[in-house]
């Protein structure tokens, strides 16, 4: 474990340090990347999402097939050999998790897959959670991790999870403001409302632990979105928060594990080349404005006015999401594959990928460096000599 200034925290009775990693699909948070941060004391994070591209003898088999029974198969044993390969990086230090997106259609199944191929614990968004515990039934060493954005949604699922004499092993509480990908919020003008800011919405939801019955440090939170200085992450901790999320700056580590053309989109992009747009999910999401995002917001309007349900406008095969905007014909949705935007994206197609990124500026610019150094600075303020500037804290709403 890293020597830390910062004060560690436990999740199932395991000692880490207070960062995690966030998930990323379509496989930019796998094996490599998770195993790398849980070695050196924290939390990584496996995004459990179309794991397949990762591996070459998979995507030999998917390449013909549209059978999605089959393209869920080998997602599966994608996702079973990503977490065994992250555990043995990990070396038993930290703690591997596995997101799954309650959006898309296979999450129970994902959720089991990763229980019985031995993560330690699952975190839940896109979504409220409410049956996790009924979908990890008989793994109770399985840690469940919600990921929320207010203190109503915070509310729904420890009421109902106290119904089952289950509580949360931690909460994630993502700001919409400055997360990347989906974005916990109803609509795109929503992602601004002051109820989302940290120090509110940690007051709240301590207030709420206690018309419970729950005591303070009784479930670790967990804010996400927009943090990127050692000294916001202080902050917050000082707001009794126990650790924080970071996704893009992880993305874009060394250890990434995807493309280096998908670290170089993120790391140099500016502010004005970020933006906010309507998944296929119905949900908000934030990306990089890259060719292909561009012409597709030129020409959303038309291909909303057109939106027609049948099965078969599903681009990948997989049908991967619960409600998708194209398959389903949803006007107000998106009208893409986001499988397949993602998917080249994770491949460096600049030209045709979908690339998810946060609102904030990275740790280290454009730099792309090791996960080591990402988390010495985020845990100790410090950056070895000759290292690129680091970000300067913004947004003190956070």
């Not at 940290?198 to 019955?213: A, T, Y």
């Not at 990275?362 to 000759?386: H, Q």
Request: with cysteine.
């Amino acid at each position: 474990m890293l020597e830390s200034n910062l004060p560690c925290f436990y999740i199932k009775g395991r000692r880490l340090l207070p960062i995690v990693q966030g998930g990323m699909g379509v496989g930019v948070s796998a094996h490599r990347l998770a195993g790398s941060v849980a070695r050196l004391g924290a939390v990584g994070t496996i995004a459990s999402i179309d794991l397949h591209h990762h591996h070459p003898d998979l995507v030999a088999q998917a390449k013909h097939s549209r059978d999605k029974a089959t393209l869920n198969e080998l997602n599966m044993i994608a996702l079973d050999r990503e977490i065994k390969a992250a555990l043995d990086m990990a070396n038993g230090e930290g703690l591997i998790a596995v997101n799954v997106m309650k959006a898309v259609a296979e999450h129970p199944a994902l959720v089991r897959q990763a229980c019985a191929s031995g993560a330690q614990a699952v975190v839940m968004g896109a979504g409220l959670p409410l049956d996790l515990p009924e979908m990890t039934e008989g793994f109770p060493d399985v840690a469940l991790i919600p990921i929320l954005s207010d203190a109503r949604g915070i509310g729904i699922v420890l009421k109902k999870w106290m119904r089952k004499n289950r509580l949360p092993d931690a909460i994630v509480i993502e700001h919409p403001r400055y997360a990347g990908g989906h974005l916990g919020a109803p609509k795109p003008e929503d992602i601004n409302d002051p109820r989302f800011d940290f120090p509110g919405i940690l007051e709240s939801v301590f207030e709420l632990f206690k018309e419970l019955g729950l005591e303070r440090e009784q479930i670790p939170l967990i804010p996400a979105g927009g943090i990127n200085t050692h000294e916001k992450i202080r902050a917050l901790l000082a707001l009794g928060a126990s650790a924080v999320q970071l996704g893009t700056p992880f993305a874009v580590t060394e250890e990434g594990d995807a493309h280096p053309n998908f670290k170089k989109v993120l790391a140099e992009a500016k502010p004005d080349d970020i933006v906010t747009f309507m998944s296929v999910a119905g949900l908000p999401a934030r990306a990089v404005l890259t060719p292909w995002l561009a012409n597709y917001l030129r020409r959303e309007s038309k291909l909303q006015e057109g939106a027609k349900s049948h099965p078969d406008r599903c681009a990948s095969g997989l049908h991967c999401l619960t409600q998708c905007g194209l398959r389903d014909g949803v006007a107000k949705a998106g009208q893409f594959c986001i499988d397949s935007q993602l998917a080249a994206a994770l491949r460096g197609d600049v030209g045709k990928g979908l690339f998810f990124r946060g609102a904030e500026s990275l740790p280290f610019g454009t730099a792309i460096r090791p996960v080591k150094d990402l988390l010495e600075y985020l845990l100790n303020g410090s950056v070895r000599a000759n290292a690129p500037a680091v970000a300067t804290a913004v947004s003190a709403s956070m």
